[in-house]
């Protein structure tokens, strides 16, 4: 980057928002002699009706706070600035920081940081914060629940994930994709799959389709650390025999007594179970084995 003088050319989209071309990206891209990172999962949002689309159903106004997570060239950044919210973006690659930085050109924090380790309390500091993100798949499930169970100052998210991450996500009791996932993310929040992104809008184009996904937090659930712990270890344990009977897949870890005082079947599998009914079961088990 050191010497390279950067000129951007934005696209102007309907309602005014701004943002980069596939075009335009490829150009800055190479006059920087970058190239996507396959091992950080670099698929670069190209399409600006995408990036409209992100910000609508983010629900990004002038009042908002928000903390997209990696921003890349900065095509949804420029958009999601132009609502006039205020804006930090947290990048890990510090390749791209310098092109960032001359792409915004002042308008948004840029914190050059792994979403995973970075100090949320300085980054998102009060309460109501809205994340948007094209989350790399490989830590986009990982992260969605991080943020829920440790980051309450993130009021509503819109992320980009691969649509099986997505569905998972977003699943409820009946659901195909329902799993110890979606029971994590039900304990904090209400996530729902609001859109379909398909593979052309990236570059490159990944192999996979996506999905946006929005989640919004609700109330916390009346219940203490110690049972939330709980019913991790149940989910961990009765998931990875999912195909079995609790009473089959939780042999050693619970008793009779666990499943008469909270009204959980033997014959039940985990995923015929909602959240509530996971905490009930989670603090019967606990109160029996105290």
């Known amino acids: 980057m050191a010497g390279v003088s950067i000129k951007v050319r934005l696209v102007s989209l309907a309602g005014d928002l701004v943002s980069l071309s596939i075009v335009e990206v490829k150009r800055l891209l ?4 970058i190239a996507p990172k396959k091992s950080l999962g670099q698929n670069f949002v190209v ?11 983010a629900q990004i106004k002038s009042d908002s706070r928000v903390v997209e997570i990696g ?14 919210a205020e804006v930090s973006v947290v990048e890990t690659d510090g390749a791209l920081i310098p092109l960032l930085a001359e792409v915004l050109n002042g308008g948004a924090r840029i914190v050059h940081a792994d979403a995973r380790t970075v100090d949320w309390q300085d980054l998102a500091p009060g309460k109501g914060w809205d ?11 990982s992260l969605v629940i991080e943020l829920l169970d440790e980051v309450p100052s993130v009021d509503r998210m819109l992320v980009m ?37 398909s593979p052309s809008v990236f570059y490159p184009k990944p192999r996979v389709a ?11 659930m009346e219940t ?19 195909r079995k009977m609790l009473r089959k897949s939780l042999t050693g870890v ?21 959240v509530e009914t996971w905490l009930r079961f989670a603090e019967a088990n606990l109160q029996v084995s105290t």
């Open 224 to 242: 203490s650390t110690e049972v939330i712990e709980e019913m991790i270890r149940l989910l961990r344990l009765s998931f990875g025999q999912r």
């Open 47 to 57: 399409d600006p009706n995408t990036v409209k689309k992100i910000v609508r159903l």
């Open 161 to 197: 994930v691969q649509r099986e991450a997505g569905e998972r996500i977003a699943a409820k009791v009946g659901d195909s994709a329902y799993g110890a996932v979606s029971i994590r993310v039900a304990l904090h929040a209400k996530a729902t799959v609001v859109g379909s992104v």
């Open 131 to 141: 994340l948007v993100a094209n989350l790399p798949y490989n830590i986009a499930t």
């Open 210 to 220: 996506s999905v946006l996904v929005a989640v919004e937090r609700h109330k916390q």
């Open 254 to 274: 619970t008793t009779s007594a666990s499943f008469t005082i909270s009204g959980v079947k033997p014959s039940q599998r985990p995923e015929e179970l909602d």
């Open 30 to 33: 190479e006059k920087a002699g």
């Open 71 to 84: 921003p890349g060239l900065g095509s949804l950044t420029l958009a999601l600035i132009d609502t006039g």
